[in-house]
């Protein structure tokens, strides 16, 4: 089993900034992406950003510019900062991680989410 525990997320004002962290700990071989989605009220989760294997990078369109997402490989550890946020950026915020485990091959894991609130 693998186990992510996602911190950081709150209330703010529009314009201000955010930084959620996502650990992942329990079987894990090699981590091949790493990232963070997030799902509003009555709409579809979506990729805000991940970090793959290798060092590529995906961001989702609309947080570009204003979202930077670092990784920790030797500690297995994602960092998204979120700055200049809109209320439009409230939502649920989940990281993912897609694994490569002992014994149980490639498996994807989500963290409970934690809940991003921006104000207007």
């Known amino acids: 089993q693998v186990q992510l525990v996602e911190s950081g997320g709150g209330l703010v004002q529009a314009g201000g900034s955010l930084r959620l962290s996502c650990v992942a700990s329990g079987n894990i071989l090699r981590i091949n992406a790493m990232g963070w989605y997030r799902q509003a009220p009555g709409k579809q989760r979506e990729l805000v950003a991940r970090?793959?294997?290798?060092?590529?990078?995906n961001y989702a369109d609309a947080v570009k510019g204003r979202f930077t997402i670092s990784s920790d490989n030797a500690k297995n550890t994602v960092l998204l900062q979120m700055n200049g946020l809109e209320p439009e950026d409230t939502a649920d915020y989940y990281c993912?991680?897609?694994?490569?485990?002992?014994?149980?091959?490639?498996?994807?894991?989500w963290g409970k989410g934690t809940l991003v609130t921006v104000s207007s």
């Open positions: 970090v793959i294997s290798g060092g590529s990078i």
């Open positions: 993912n991680a897609n694994v490569i485990t002992r014994g149980s091959g490639v498996m994807n894991y």
